[in-house]
């Protein structure tokens, strides 16, 4: 049989499954996604952006079982005020969620609105992922767009109190949840998103990030506990002048996450740094995949993405950034780097530039190493364990993707999860 037969069969197979949300404003945006996802057929190992990373059990009609897991610790930012939003299996849970109100936002459930044949999530909703598929196909996003049942829709109209708070928990071991979520954030207003949780067995999750002029959202992000877990995510984000997003996620454990950043920086002087940290052990394959394009004056974008891999464990960075013609005096930096603690992990890199302007600055670097020798010797000379020696060059390793995260409360919080990591799985 044909590969594009089998494409289009396991396609089927997967869409047979699924039931689309009918009526309402989203109407159209999800008999757009069908169709594209039709077009496109799920993704194989042969598409060209896969070859990394096997989406075999991203695309199966049945979600594989995933146990659930308790390390002992309270969730990620518990210690933080905040509006908490939570999804159980990617189902609302309103009593453990706090009411839906704060100062200078409107939140509304996706699901809630769907009856609506007005809305201004009309304008965004499917409408940046549908442009993200340009020049590279995300059919996983289309799905999401086509089928995702709930989520949440905010509209930041003046900077709020306090950050809102996305908790995903994971309670059923067969459970297959899709979310999407759409942040429109007003001129000159500012808010923190983050989320933290493992959702479900198999997550699918898109979030549409529409940003006005001088307007700044900060994205603090943490997956991890259950291990078994798999995931593929998906941001895109649209910039107009003067606006800035930045986005920070923290990795830990998980069978199989793909996390996919696409950001249109369509204004002037607009300002994206993406930036990812993770720790894998074992059966452990992360893959970060982003995609920036300038089609601006005057625009910086920062991509830092730093993994710790050992026992046998693969980290995958997928990098471009483009420079469109006219998009003179363009900053774009991009670095990826691996600590590989021991000869049987991996990490497989492939960054890209394509510039059409010639006053740009634009650069890219990848590596990956073991620990230095001559700082270990120095640590260990001073009566330092060698197990705490290399914690401590650990998260010195990951302190510069760490570092982009602005606020120090939250930035500390990671930290601490990484330490607390790192004594779990020491080698004595």
Same mark, same amino acid.
């Given at each position: 049989?044909?590969? /594009?037969?089998?494409?289009?069969?396991?396609?089927?197979?997967?869409?047979?499954?699924?039931?689309?949300?009918?009526?309402?404003?989203?109407? &159209?945006? *999800?008999?757009?996604?069908?169709?594209?996802?039709?077009?496109?057929?799920?993704?194989?190992? *042969?598409?060209?952006?896969?070859?990394?990373?096997?989406?075999?059990?991203?695309?199966?009609?049945?979600?594989?079982?995933?146990?659930?897991?308790?390390?002992?610790?309270? +969730?990620?930012?518990?210690?933080?005020?905040?509006?908490?939003?939570?999804?159980?299996?990617?189902?609302?849970?309103?009593?453990?969620?706090?009411?839906?109100?704060? #100062?200078?936002?409107?939140?509304?459930? +996706?699901?809630?609105?769907?009856?609506?044949?007005?809305?201004?999530?009309?304008?965004?909703?499917?409408?940046?992922?549908?442009?993200?598929?340009?020049?590279?196909?995300?059919?996983?996003?289309?799905?999401?767009?086509? =089928?995702?049942?709930?989520?949440?829709?905010?509209?930041?109209?003046?900077?709020?109190?306090?950050?809102?708070?996305?908790?995903?928990?994971?309670?059923?071991?067969?459970?297959?949840?899709?979310?999407?979520?759409?942040?429109?954030?007003?001129?000159?207003?500012?808010?923190?998103?983050?989320?933290?949780?493992?959702? /479900? /067995?198999? =997550?699918?999750?898109?979030?549409?990030?529409?940003?006005?002029? !001088?307007?700044?959202?900060?994205?603090?992000?943490?997956?991890?506990?259950?291990?078994?877990?798999?995931?593929?995510?998906?941001?895109?984000?649209?910039?107009?002048?003067?606006?800035?997003?930045?986005?920070?996620?923290?990795?830990? !454990?998980?069978?199989?996450?793909? @996390?996919?950043?696409?950001?249109?920086?369509?204004? @002037?002087?607009?300002?994206?740094?993406?930036?990812?940290?993770?720790?894998?052990?074992?059966?452990?394959?992360?893959?970060?995949?982003?995609?920036?394009?300038?089609?601006?004056?005057?625009?910086?974008?920062?991509?830092?993405?730093?993994?710790?891999?050992? @026992?046998?464990?693969?980290?995958?960075?997928?990098?471009?950034?483009?420079?469109?013609?006219?998009?003179?005096?363009? $900053?774009?930096?991009?670095?990826?780097?691996?600590?590989?603690?021991? #000869? #049987?992990?991996?990490?497989?890199?492939?960054?890209?530039? %394509?510039?059409?302007?010639?006053?740009?600055?634009?650069?890219?670097?990848?590596?990956?190493?073991?620990?230095? $020798?001559?700082?270990?010797?120095?640590?260990?000379?001073?009566?330092?364990?060698?197990?705490?020696?290399? #914690?401590?060059?650990?998260?010195?390793?990951? &302190?510069?993707?760490?570092?982009?995260? %602005?606020?120090?409360?939250?930035?500390?919080?990671?930290?601490?999860?990484?330490?607390?990591?790192?004594?779990?799985?020491?080698?004595?």
């Amino acid at each position: 049989m044909a590969v /594009a037969q089998l494409k289009q069969d396991a396609t089927e197979a997967r869409l047979s499954v699924l039931q689309m949300p009918e009526g309402g404003w989203s109407e &159209a945006a *999800r008999a757009d996604a069908l169709a594209r996802v039709r077009a496109m057929g799920l993704p194989s190992r *042969r598409d060209e952006y896969w070859k990394y990373t096997r989406p075999d059990t991203l695309v199966d009609a049945v979600a594989p079982s995933a146990a659930l897991f308790d390390a002992g610790e309270d +969730l990620v930012f518990g210690e933080i005020d905040r509006l908490k939003i939570v999804f159980v299996d990617g189902v609302f849970d309103a009593e453990a969620s706090d009411d839906l109100s704060l #100062d200078g936002i409107e939140i509304e459930r +996706l699901s809630a609105s769907a009856g609506s044949d007005i809305h201004w999530a009309k304008d965004v909703y499917g409408v940046l992922e549908a442009k993200g598929q340009d020049p590279v196909q995300r059919p996983l996003a289309a799905l999401n767009t086509a =089928f995702a049942t709930d989520g949440v829709l905010v509209h930041v109209k003046s900077t709020p109190s306090k950050p809102i708070s996305l908790i995903y928990i994971h309670a059923a071991q067969n459970s297959d949840a899709m979310l999407h979520h759409v942040i429109k954030v007003d001129s000159g207003a500012e808010v923190t998103i983050l989320e933290n949780g493992p959702a /479900a /067995a198999r =997550f699918n999750k898109c979030m549409e990030i529409d940003l006005a002029d !001088n307007a700044t959202l900060h994205h603090v992000r943490a997956q991890g506990r259950d291990h078994e877990r798999r995931a593929a995510t998906h941001i895109f984000t649209r910039l107009a002048t003067q606006s800035v997003f930045k986005s920070f996620t923290l990795t830990a !454990n998980g069978v199989l996450t793909r @996390n996919e950043v696409v950001i249109d920086l369509t204004g @002037n002087d607009a300002v994206a740094h993406v930036a990812g940290a993770c720790v894998g052990d074992g059966d452990f394959h992360h893959d970060d995949t982003v995609f920036i394009t300038h089609d601006a004056l005057n625009c910086e974008s920062r991509q830092v993405f730093k993994k710790v891999l050992r @026992n046998g464990a693969t980290g995958v960075f997928q990098g471009k950034i483009l420079v469109k013609a006219g998009a003179q005096k363009t $900053d774009g930096y991009q670095l990826s780097q691996s600590l590989l603690l021991d #000869d #049987d992990s991996q990490f497989l890199a492939k960054p890209e530039l %394509e510039i059409y302007a010639d006053d740009v600055i634009c650069s890219h670097g990848s590596t990956s190493g073991a620990i230095d $020798d001559d700082a270990m010797f120095y640590l260990r000379s001073r009566g330092v364990p060698e197990g705490e020696a290399t #914690d401590l060059l650990t998260l010195a390793f990951l &302190a510069e993707a760490v570092d982009e995260i %602005e606020d120090e409360a939250l930035a500390e919080e990671i930290v601490n999860r990484l330490s607390a990591w790192l004594i779990r799985h020491r080698r004595t």
